[in-house]
């Protein structure tokens, strides 16, 4: 019974991979070499598509992964596989959570998590600036290590500029994004 | 039913509109689900990130359920979920079936190219949003700077100590970060009351 073989399996990689969609790759590298059912050059496209497309990564990933091994339905699921264990436990935490929302220890708490939260989504911001924005040594011609790539730090900025005007502060962040991808093509970024 | 068939319906939008990691979709849910619909605040939402940071699993999923169950109890938490899958599953699954090389198409790389420069600007945005709740005295400031730099110099960390490289993670930021929160918290309730 294939289907739930992979539910299992994609319970298991949801259960351990903490911190985000990249952190299960190693985790899919290890169930392609154990059951044969897709190849490491396999899983470089499946990465090369997810983050491509809109969703996040580690779902996009065990989509993908599901197909390949079982179909639409694989699909399916594979991906409720692993957002099961997500479920279960912050259902658990939201009910804790609830429970104690008036505890002075708990608040003091979350007085700690806000700013480290604010930190670890700055971070993140970080690097996909220093990916969308810099070439590589690789990529460039000058060979520098990292080196200022213009018409992306352009988009960027105008985004962001745009995102501020009272007149267009309101529009769906979605239209930039289109926006930003019509540039990318009109101009071969 | 109404409600939940909502909480579906915002999510989906949410999936389908995060494109490049868990973060991007920080903007997105600031606007629907904080600005527009009110089923959280600012403060909610970074709670539900840096929770989501250190439990299993995918932080978009996680933040998603938080959402639902909060507005919703546990079967709103599923349907949250479930909405937040959807785009993917529709997505990935036509991809997958009739376009095996749509990551090769270079149109594809110049779009997605342009797409990773708008979700800077769009994080950079909402960071500043998210940080005038949340990094405004000084024991936030420090915190801030403190995973900041920590998350930042990651990899230097590691290669420096590599007997603990394991301990320069978000897991343990968050831990630490909590329990500086606690202490701070004592501490002023016992200064307060001499």
Known sequence: MIYLRLFFEFFK???????????????????????????????????????????????????????????????????????????????????????????????????????????????????????????????????????????????????????????????????????????GVIFRL | MREYLQLFWTFAQVGACTFGGGYAMLPILQREVVEKKGWATAEELADYFAIGQCTPGVIAVNTATFVGAKRKGNLGGVVATLGMIFPSVVIITVIAAFLRNFAHIPAVGHAFAGVRAAVVALIASSVLKLGKTTVKDAPSVGVFLAVLLLSVFDKPL??????????????????????????????????KGK
């Open chain 1, 13 to 183: 990689i949801g259960l351990f991979s903490v911190g985000g969609g990249l952190a299960t790759i190693p985790f899919l590298q290890d169930l392609g070499a154990r059951t044969g059912w897709f190849t490491a050059g396999d899983l470089a496209d499946m990465i090369a598509v997810s983050e491509s497309t809109p969703g996040p990564i580690g779902v996009n990933m065990s989509t993908y992964v599901g197909f390949t091994c079982g179909g639409p339905l694989g699909a399916v699921v594979g991906v409720l596989g692993l957002v099961t264990p997500s479920i279960l436990v912050i259902l658990l935490v939201s009910l804790f959570l609830k429970k104690f929302r008036d505890s002075r220890t708990v608040d003091g708490v979350f007085q700690g998590l806000r700013p480290a939260s604010t930190a670890l989504i700055t971070a993140a911001g970080l690097s996909v600036a220093q990916i969308a924005l810099f070439q590589t040594a690789q990529e460039s011609q000058s060979g520098a290590a990292l080196t200022p790539y213009w018409p992306a730090i352009a988009i960027a900025l105008v985004v962001f500029v745009c995102m501020r005007l009272p007149k267009l502060k309101n529009l769906h962040p979605i239209l930039y994004i289109a926006a930003a991808a019509a540039a």
């Open chain 2, 158 to 191: 590691e290669a420096a100590f590599p007997a603990v490289a394991f301990l320069f993670s978000p897991v343990t930021y968050v831990i630490l970060a909590g329990a500086a929160g606690l202490l701070i918290s004592l501490a002023r309730k016992g200064g």
